[in-house]
């Protein structure tokens, strides 16, 4: 266990940052130990926790440090970032940690927040698993106003792992319904044979299968439809393109102690390289401070955070998928060689930047440009 800079208690928004910061050494020394299909990073969560970074997107006054609030955006996405430098495995799960956090903050009921937020305190690992099996999950209501589930979900990441993951179902209105599910006490069924990844092998991202588990009315969360709210919904991309980032970044920091190891610094083309890397990653740091200006500041308009979301996760991952091959370049093929990171690093950012429907984010980016006839210089915020 590597030595916190924080107490067990959650730290401020500021020192989150920090704690994850100083913990994405140990994450990247310890990421080969999960690197295998079935795995998880166990033990790299029990140093999150310890930190206090469970806890810590919960409000202060439910015992967080509130940095899931929106003046506390460039901290959360800093936080998010050193996690994916550290590993993009622990990172994934703990955005869907953060994500569900939020979403129990925004559409709870008063109880419900209350006592989700003291399962986190305790230790417990949120996630959101929306992306639906080929037979969907279904909620069919019982007689005694419960409710019978039915159907599957697909990349459920930390499957077996998260205690309290949150995910959708259909009703038989047609309605979208978000729950909690206590997955301690109704164990759904894990079919670890669906995840056969490229990357990421240690999120566990399984298909879930919640067949007969049965939840009560009080493990609905919000109102049927409440999980696809805007700005919310796209806006919350800014969160892993923070993780991905921290991934660019990693590669980056490897990239350059090759290099230093080797002796070629003074090599003219390695440093016309890495002049090239160093304003990709500089870029992607400035989109990131942005995306959190943006969210600091009082009342933007639901369109313009959607809008500008759609830029940072378009922006960053064109900054990833351009970095990956200047990196390889760079350290050739002695590089990607085993034990060196980067043939991991490069198979998990890979994997993680194919998140869903990049085209139509960028077309929407588009589209809103193309609608408003502010000039340049005040189409986006200033």
């Not at 913990?23 to 310890?30: E, G, R």
């Given at each position: 266990?590597?030595k916190?800079?924080t ?11 920090t ?9 990247l020394?310890h ?5 295998k299909?079935?795995?998880f ?9 310890e930190?206090?970074?469970l806890?810590?997107p ?23 970032r050193?996690i ?10 703990y ?12 559409f709870?009921?008063p ?15 949120f996630?959101?698993?929306?992306t639906?099996a080929?037979d ?6 019982l ?15 930390g499957?077996g ?8 179902a259909a009703?038989p209105n ?9 997955a301690d006490?109704?164990v ?18 399984f ?8 939840v ?6 919000g109102?049927?439809g409440?999980y696809y709210q805007?700005?919310?919904?796209s806006g919350?991309?800014?969160?892993f393109?923070?993780?991905q ?9 490897e990239t350059?102690r ?5 002796g070629?610094?003074d ?11 160093s304003?990709?990653v ?11 200006d943006?969210?600091?500041?009082p009342g ?13 996760r378009?922006?960053?991952e064109?900054i ?5 091959p200047?990196?390889?370049?760079c ?12 043939e ?8 993680y ?7 139509a984010?960028l ?5 809103y440009a193309l609608?408003?006839?502010r000039p340049?210089?005040r189409?986006?915020?200033e």
């Amino acid at each position: 266990m590597p030595k916190l800079l924080t107490a067990p208690a959650p730290p401020t928004p500021a020192l989150a940052a920090t704690a994850a910061a100083h913990l994405a050494p140990h994450l990247l020394a310890h990421a080969p130990k999960s690197d295998k299909e079935g795995a998880f990073p166990t033990e790299e969560f029990n140093w999150l926790r310890e930190a206090g970074l469970l806890a810590a997107p919960l409000p202060v006054a439910l015992g967080g440090s509130g940095l899931n609030e929106s003046a506390h955006t460039y901290e959360l996405l800093s936080t998010l970032r050193h996690i994916g430098r550290g590993n993009l495995a622990v990172g994934r799960v703990y955005e869907g940690h953060a994500n569900a956090l939020q979403l129990i903050g925004r559409f709870g009921r008063p109880g419900q927040v209350r006592r989700w937020a003291a399962d986190a305190a305790a230790g417990h690992l949120f996630g959101v698993w929306n992306t639906e099996a080929h037979d969907g999950v279904k909620l069919l209501p019982l007689p005694n106003g419960g409710y019978r589930l039915l159907g599957s979900k697909t990349f459920g990441s930390g499957a077996g792992h998260l205690t309290r993951p949150l995910l959708t179902a259909a009703l038989p209105n047609g309605g979208w319904q978000m729950l909690v599910l206590p997955a301690d006490t109704l164990v759904p069924d894990y079919d670890a044979r669906f995840w056969r990844p490229l990357g990421m092998r240690a999120s566990a991202s399984f298909r879930v299968d919640f067949t007969g588990l049965e939840v009560a009315p009080e493990q609905l969360l919000g109102q049927p439809g409440d999980y696809y709210q805007q700005p919310w919904f796209s806006g919350g991309a800014i969160r892993f393109a923070a993780v991905q980032l921290g991934g660019a970044e990693a590669i980056f920091d490897e990239t350059r102690r090759f290099l230093r190891a080797l002796g070629r610094t003074d090599d003219p083309y390695q440093r016309q390289r890495l002049g090239q890397l160093s304003i990709l990653v500089a870029s992607g740091q400035h989109w990131l401070r942005a995306a959190a200006d943006l969210a600091a500041r009082p009342g933007p308009d639901a369109e313009t955070v959607v809008a500008h979301a759609n830029l940072v996760r378009s922006a960053i991952e064109d900054i990833c998928l351009r970095l990956m091959p200047l990196a390889e370049r760079c350290v050739g093929a002695r590089g990607l060689l085993r034990p060196e990171p980067f043939e991991r690093l490069h198979r998990d950012l890979t994997h993680y930047l194919r998140q869903p429907a990049p085209d139509a984010a960028l077309a929407d980016a588009g589209r809103y440009a193309l609608e408003h006839p502010r000039p340049a210089h005040r189409l986006w915020p200033e």
